[in-house]
């Protein structure tokens, strides 16, 4: 177990140690801090998903607001997502998880 806070680069994890790195409902949560975090993921696993709030129009709550694909690419890099899926809606809600081939960005 590693407790670490992710906007905080670099990461105490060994270079190629996962295959999979999965972030469900976390990324939104860093701040400003998304591109640095996913520059990360390349120097520890092969892939990534990550499940995000998609175009939710939240007042109360900033950080779910506004994501769409652009914002990903620009968290990403601009790595295209190997595959996409739209999740059904929940209370009126859309999730999108994307799932990236690391390889490619190294």
């Known amino acids: ?5 992710a906007t905080v680069v670099p990461w105490p994890i060994a270079d190629q ?3 999979l790195v ?3 409902q976390v990324w939104e949560h860093l701040g ?6 996913f520059a990360e993921l390349p120097r520890i696993a092969r892939y ?13 709550n900033p950080s779910h607001s506004n994501i769409d694909d652009a914002v990903v690419s ?3 890099g601009g790595l295209k997502p190997l595959e996409t899926v739209q999740l059904p809606l929940v209370a009126r809600h859309k999730r ?6 690391l390889r490619e960005a190294r």
Not at 48 to 60: D, E, Q, V
Not at 96 to 101: H, K, N, R
Request: glycine share 0%; hydrophobic share 40%.
């Open 22 to 24: 999965i972030a469900l």
């Open 96 to 101: 999108t998880v994307y799932l990236f081939d």
């Open 48 to 60: 990534a998903i990550l499940s995000l709030p998609y175009k939710w129009r939240r007042r109360s």
């Open 17 to 19: 140690s996962s295959d």
């Open 74 to 76: 620009r968290w990403s």
């Open 1 to 5: 177990t590693i407790l670490h806070d």
């Open 32 to 37: 400003n801090r998304q591109r640095e975090a």
